[in-house]
Every structure is written in structure tokens, then in C-alpha cells.
């Protein structure tokens, strides 16, 4: 006899799966466009959970994690994902700006990081999940100290039971299976009001030059031959730097190296060490930059070849430059002479 709805199969598989945590989510391969609209949802999730008064607020940190297959089969495309997704966000906010009046975020760019495991906060990840987590600043796994104990960040997710993002704590060590590779990092400046580009792809090229004789230098070194502004992105940090030697090197911040005087010193696990000097040339009267990383080292969007230590290849160095450490750390020189 055939079994009735709700009959004694019903009634048995409600035993096996209550109906409450039932998850009747359909299963579906992870494409560029379900990436997209996940990252939508916890961004407008964040937007209408945060914003306040006349400010508006929203999630600018987000990690996508994903099947080490999956990620592999969508890493080329995620620099596209990355610039349709802040279009998008670009598009909410506008679309709220007459009801908030004022755009406020706590961080000063769009931070987008893909990561890749089996496993995160015990649950599996398999070939067709996708975890989104934002939060509106600071979410930095792997990146911590080492021997200072487990913390919990907050932040906003997909919660299983409800289908629906909500905020909750997650412990650091959560992330500790997840590889977070250098590549499927992307930084993006906030700029309301011109095209957004991910870092390392601006719209414009300013083409290198060698830099013209100068004035002698100045007459007192405490001066500064250059100024050097930073922005670490994973951080979130800005500081300056007073280039006072004729020649400086630039390095991950390392407890060997923190008693030299000529060091310019950033925490950044992205940063070589050394990564690159920066010197003055007495003979040309001009700026040059050295680079010895093995990850990418750009001036004005060039990619400039690595030299060993020993025998640096240096290049000129215009008077007001923006230098790319690896995608994630950037400076801003200015000659001061």
C-alpha cells in the first residue's frame, strides 16, 4: 500500500531530519555569478544592519572562501568578479544616498580576499559551497602575531539554519585551514566618484621617466630628502615615512632588523625582506628603486625587474611616484628638494 503524505515514512523521516533543519537550499555549482551575488547580499545585509542617523555604513572586508577545486577552476575570473562587485556596491550606495545623506565607512578601501580549503569553523566545504564573510574593517587571518591567543572577530555570514546573514563571532583559529594565497588578494580605494579599478590596474599609466637635474641637496638632512606615505591595505594603516639617508631599505618588519636606522620598517606579511632600496644618486641628481622580491614591484603600474642584494638593478625614480609592494602595500614618494 502506497504511503499518504504525512503517513509513517513521513513521520520517520521527520525523526531522521527534524523539518526545522531541513536545509532546502538547491545544490549548485559555483559560478562567477553566484560569487557576485553573494558578495551583493552580505554587502546590502551590512549596509541596512550598520547604517544609522544620516551615516551610512557597510562592510568593506570580505573573505570568499571555496573548495580548493572550485577555486582553481574560478581564480582567473576573480579580478573581474572583484570590479563587478564594487560597481554594484557603488550602485546601492548611490541608491541610498538620498535617504542617509552621507557615506561613512570605517575603512578606507574595498578589501577582497579568496581563500581555498575543505573545512572552515567545522563545517566541510565541498565542491559547491560558498562562504561569504564580511565585516566593516579588519578581518585578518594568518596575519596575526605569533604566540598571542585566539580571538573572535565579528562578523556577518550566511548562517546554515536560516539561510539568512547575520552577525556572529568567529574564532581566529577558524581560518586556519583556509589557504589565503598572495594572488586572490585585491585591494580597491574608495572613490565615489570616478571608475574603480582593482589595485595594480589603474585606468591610467603614468609612463617612468628619469627624473631631471635637481638642486643640490638640501642643507640640513633633517629635512628629508623624501617623503614617503604608506598604506598597508590588510591593516588598514597610513603613516609617513621622513627619507633623511641618502638610502633606505624596505622591509617587512622583523625583530632583526628594527635597530636599523635606514630602514623603512612595514607590517605587512606581503612585504619582502628586504624588498627593495630606494637611494639617492649624487651623480644623476635623482631618485632610484631597487627591487629584490620575488612577488611583484611596481612604479606607476610598471612592473620593474628583480635584482639579487648584491647586485642591484637600479632604476630612475620619478620625483612623485607610487610604488606597488605585492599588490597589497602601497607608497606614495614625493622628492622634498
Given at each position: 500500500?502506497?504511503?499518504?503524505?504525512?503517513?509513517?515514512?513521513?513521520k520517520?523521516?521527520?525523526?531522521?531530519?527534524?523539518?526545522?533543519?531541513?536545509?532546502?537550499?538547491?545544490?549548485?555549482?559555483?559560478?562567477?555569478?553566484r560569487?557576485?551575488?553573494?558578495?551583493?547580499?552580505?554587502?546590502e545585509?551590512?549596509?541596512?544592519?550598520?547604517?544609522?542617523?544620516?551615516?551610512?555604513?557597510?562592510?568593506?572586508?570580505?573573505?570568499?572562501i571555496?573548495?580548493?577545486?572550485?577555486?582553481?577552476?574560478?581564480?582567473?575570473?576573480?579580478?573581474?568578479?572583484?570590479?563587478?562587485?564594487?560597481?554594484?556596491?557603488?550602485?546601492?550606495?548611490?541608491?541610498?544616498?538620498?535617504?542617509?545623506?552621507?557615506?561613512?565607512?570605517?575603512?578606507?578601501?574595498?578589501?577582497?580576499?579568496?581563500?581555498?580549503?575543505?573545512?572552515?569553523?567545522?563545517?566541510?566545504?565541498?565542491?559547491?559551497?560558498?562562504?561569504?564573510?564580511?565585516?566593516?574593517?579588519?578581518?585578518?587571518?594568518?596575519n596575526?602575531?605569533?604566540?598571542?591567543?585566539?580571538?573572535?572577530?565579528?562578523?556577518?555570514?550566511?548562517?546554515?539554519?536560516?539561510?539568512?546573514?547575520?552577525?556572529?563571532?568567529v574564532?581566529?583559529?577558524?581560518?586556519?585551514?583556509?589557504?589565503?594565497?598572495?594572488?586572490?588578494?585585491?585591494?580597491?580605494?574608495?572613490?565615489?566618484?570616478?571608475?574603480?579599478?582593482?589595485?595594480?590596474?589603474?585606468?591610467?599609466?603614468?609612463?617612468?621617466?628619469v627624473?631631471?637635474?635637481?638642486?643640490?641637496?638640501?642643507?640640513?638632512?633633517?629635512?628629508?630628502?623624501?617623503?614617503?606615505?604608506?598604506?598597508?591595505?590588510?591593516?588598514?594603516?597610513?603613516?609617513?615615512?621622513?627619507?633623511?639617508?641618502?638610502?633606505?631599505?624596505v622591509?617587512?618588519?622583523?625583530?632583526?632588523?628594527?635597530?636599523?636606522?635606514?630602514?623603512?620598517?612595514?607590517?605587512?606579511?606581503?612585504?619582502?625582506?628586504?624588498?627593495?632600496?630606494?637611494?639617492?644618486?649624487?651623480?644623476?641628481?635623482?631618485?632610484?628603486?631597487?627591487?629584490?622580491?620575488?612577488?611583484?614591484t611596481?612604479?606607476?603600474?610598471?612592473?620593474?625587474?628583480?635584482?639579487?642584494?648584491?647586485?642591484?638593478?637600479?632604476?630612475?625614480?620619478?620625483?612623485?611616484?607610487?610604488?606597488?609592494?605585492?599588490?597589497?602595500?602601497?607608497?606614495?614618494?614625493?622628492?622634498?628638494?
Amino acid at each position: 500500500m502506497a504511503n499518504k503524505p504525512g503517513g509513517w515514512l513521513g513521520k520517520l523521516s521527520s525523526l531522521i531530519i527534524p523539518p526545522s533543519q531541513t536545509d532546502t537550499r538547491p545544490t549548485s555549482t559555483v559560478t562567477n555569478k553566484r560569487i557576485l551575488d553573494e558578495l551583493i547580499a552580505s554587502f546590502e545585509d551590512s549596509l541596512h544592519r550598520e547604517s544609522f542617523g544620516t551615516s551610512l555604513l557597510f562592510n568593506a572586508h570580505f573573505l570568499i572562501i571555496m573548495h580548493p577545486d572550485t577555486y582553481e577552476e574560478r581564480q582567473n575570473a576573480f579580478p573581474v568578479v572583484v570590479n563587478e562587485a564594487v560597481e554594484a556596491f557603488k550602485a546601492i550606495i548611490d541608491s541610498h544616498k538620498s535617504q542617509y545623506g552621507r557615506v561613512s565607512p570605517v575603512a578606507s578601501s574595498w578589501f577582497f580576499k579568496f581563500g581555498a580549503g575543505q573545512e572552515f569553523n567545522g563545517e566541510p566545504v565541498g565542491p559547491t559551497e560558498l562562504k561569504v564573510i564580511g565585516a566593516l574593517t579588519g578581518i585578518l587571518p594568518g596575519n596575526g602575531p605569533a604566540g598571542v591567543a585566539a580571538e573572535k572577530v565579528n562578523v556577518t555570514r550566511r548562517v546554515k539554519q536560516t539561510n539568512l546573514y547575520e552577525k556572529v563571532d568567529v574564532d581566529v583559529h577558524a581560518f586556519q585551514h583556509i589557504d589565503f594565497r598572495e594572488p586572490g588578494a585585491f585591494v580597491v580605494k574608495f572613490n565615489f566618484d570616478s571608475p574603480v579599478t582593482t589595485a595594480g590596474q589603474a585606468p591610467v599609466s603614468v609612463p617612468l621617466r628619469v627624473a631631471p637635474a635637481a638642486a643640490p641637496l638640501p642643507r640640513s638632512i633633517d629635512a628629508g630628502l623624501a617623503q614617503i606615505s604608506f598604506y598597508i591595505a590588510e591593516l588598514n594603516k597610513e603613516d609617513t615615512y621622513l627619507m633623511r639617508d641618502r638610502e633606505i631599505v624596505v622591509a617587512r618588519k622583523e625583530p632583526d632588523n628594527q635597530h636599523f636606522p635606514n630602514y623603512l620598517l612595514l607590517e605587512s606579511a606581503y612585504v619582502s625582506n628586504p624588498h627593495a632600496r630606494i637611494r639617492y644618486n649624487d651623480s644623476t641628481h635623482s631618485f632610484q628603486i631597487a627591487s629584490f622580491s620575488r612577488n611583484e614591484t611596481r612604479v606607476n603600474e610598471h612592473l620593474i625587474a628583480r635584482s639579487e642584494p648584491a647586485n642591484p638593478q637600479w632604476l630612475d625614480l620619478p620625483d612623485k611616484a607610487q610604488i606597488l609592494l605585492n599588490s597589497m602595500v602601497t607608497l606614495h614618494f614625493q622628492r622634498n628638494f
